[in-house]
C-alpha cells in the first residue's frame, strides 16, 4: 500500500507535540545561527570592554553572553524528535536571558543599586544582540505553529529577519543617548520601556511573517502592516525632535539618518514583505508548489 501525501505530513505530527521530522532541520538551522550569532556578540562585547569605565566588567557580560550561546548551541544539536512544549520552553528561556541582559540594569530598584555602585559596566548595549533576539523570535514562532502547515514559503521568515535586525540594531542608538540624559537617569523605567518597544516591534514582524506562513494569513497581515505603518509614523516624527514629546527627555537633536535608519527603512521593508506575503499566497492558489 502507497502512503499519500497526506498520511506523510499527517506521520509527521507526533503524539505529544513532537516536531514534525520535515520542520526540524529548519528549526536546527535557526537554533544555530542563534548560538553563532551569540558567540559573535560576546567578542564583540570583549572588543569593546576598553571603551567602558571597568573594562572587567564588561567582560563578564562577554562571559556571560558566551556561556548562552554555548547552551544554545548545545539545545540545537538536540533539536531532532524533542518534544515541542520543552523546546519552547527551553528557547523561551534562552530569549527571556538575551533580552534581560541590556534590560535588567534599568528596572528601577536595580538601576538604583548599579548607579550608586558604579556596576553600569557589567550590563552591554542591545545592538550586539540586534542579530540573535530576531533569529530566538523566528525559532520560538516556528516552534509554536510547527502542528500547522506551512502554507508559504520558509523564505519569508528569513527576509522578515533583514527589517527586525535593522530595527533593533539602529534604534539601540536612539534608546543609548535616552539613557545618557538626565530624564534618563531620573526615570529609568522610561529607557526601560523604549528598549520594550523596540524589542517587541522587531518580534511582531518575525512572529507575523511565521504566521503568516503558517495558515495565519490575515492575522499575520494585520500585524505586519500595523507594524510597519507604525514605524514609519515614528521615524517621521523623529526627524522633527528626535524623542517622543510625551517623554519629555530633552534628548539633543538625532541625524535624520538614524530616523530613517531606526525606523524608515525597516517600517518600508516590512510593508514589502507583507506584499510579498499576498504575492505568495496568491501564487500558492495558483498551484505553485509550495517551498519547505
Known amino acids: 500500500m502507497v502512503a499519500t501525501a497526506t498520511d506523510v505530513s499527517l506521520a509527521g505530527l507526533q503524539p505529544g507535540g513532537m516536531v514534525r521530522p520535515s520542520n526540524a532541520p529548519v528549526l536546527r538551522v535557526a537554533a544555530l545561527m542563534a548560538?553563532?550569532?551569540?558567540?559573535?556578540?560576546?567578542?564583540?562585547?570583549?572588543s569593546i570592554a576598553g571603551t567602558f569605565p571597568h573594562p572587567g566588567h564588561q567582560a563578564m557580560a562577554a562571559l556571560a553572553t558566551f556561556l548562552l550561546a554555548l547552551m544554545v548551541l548545545g539545545s540545537a544539536l538536540g533539536i531532532t524528535g524533542r518534544n515541542r512544549a520543552s523546546a519552547l520552553f527551553q528557547f523561551g528561556a534562552y530569549t527571556l536571558l538575551v533580552m534581560a541582559l541590556p534590560m535588567v540594569r534599568y528596572v528601577?530598584?536595580?538601576?538604583?543599586f548599579v548607579y550608586l555602585n558604579d556596576l553600569e559596566s557589567l550590563f552591554p548595549p542591545l545592538w550586539p544582540y540586534a542579530v540573535t533576539i530576531p533569529l530566538l523570535f523566528a525559532l520560538l514562532?516556528?516552534?509554536?505553529?510547527?502542528?500547522?502547515?506551512?502554507?508559504?514559503?520558509?523564505?519569508?521568515?528569513?527576509?522578515?529577519?533583514?527589517?527586525?535586525?535593522?530595527?533593533?540594531?539602529?534604534?539601540?542608538?536612539?534608546?543609548?543617548?535616552?539613557?545618557?540624559?538626565?530624564?534618563?537617569?531620573?526615570?529609568?523605567?522610561?529607557?526601560?520601556?523604549?528598549?520594550?518597544?523596540?524589542?517587541?516591534?522587531?518580534?511582531l514582524i518575525v512572529l507575523g511573517t511565521t504566521g503568516t506562513t503558517r495558515g495565519l494569513t490575515w492575522l499575520g497581515l494585520m500585524v505586519l502592516l500595523s507594524t510597519g505603518?507604525?514605524?514609519?509614523?515614528?521615524?517621521?516624527?523623529?526627524?522633527?525632535?528626535?524623542?517622543?514629546?510625551?517623554?519629555?527627555?530633552?534628548?539633543p537633536r538625532l541625524s535624520a539618518?538614524?530616523?530613517l535608519a531606526a525606523g524608515t527603512?525597516?517600517?518600508?521593508?516590512?510593508?514589502?514583505?507583507?506584499?510579498?506575503?499576498v504575492a505568495a499566497h496568491a501564487s500558492r492558489r495558483r498551484g505553485t508548489p509550495e517551498m519547505e
Do not use: H, N
Open 35 to 46: 548560538g553563532g550569532s551569540l558567540l559573535a556578540a560576546s567578542v564583540v562585547l570583549l
Open 257 to 259: 539618518w538614524i530616523a
Open 141 to 203: 514562532g516556528e516552534l509554536l505553529f510547527s502542528s500547522r502547515q506551512r502554507t508559504a514559503p520558509v523564505l519569508l521568515v528569513a527576509a522578515s529577519l533583514v527589517p527586525a535586525v535593522m530595527l533593533l540594531f539602529f534604534s539601540s542608538e536612539v534608546v543609548q543617548a535616552m539613557g545618557a540624559t538626565m530624564a534618563g537617569v531620573v526615570f529609568p523605567w522610561k529607557v526601560l520601556l523604549a528598549l520594550g518597544i523596540c524589542i517587541a516591534a522587531s518580534a
Open 229 to 251: 505603518l507604525s514605524l514609519e509614523v515614528v521615524s517621521t516624527f523623529l526627524y522633527g525632535s528626535a524623542a517622543f514629546k510625551p517623554f519629555d527627555l530633552g534628548l
Open 108 to 112: 528601577p530598584f536595580v538601576f538604583k
Open 265 to 277: 527603512v525597516p517600517g518600508a521593508l516590512t510593508l514589502l514583505l507583507s506584499v510579498a506575503v
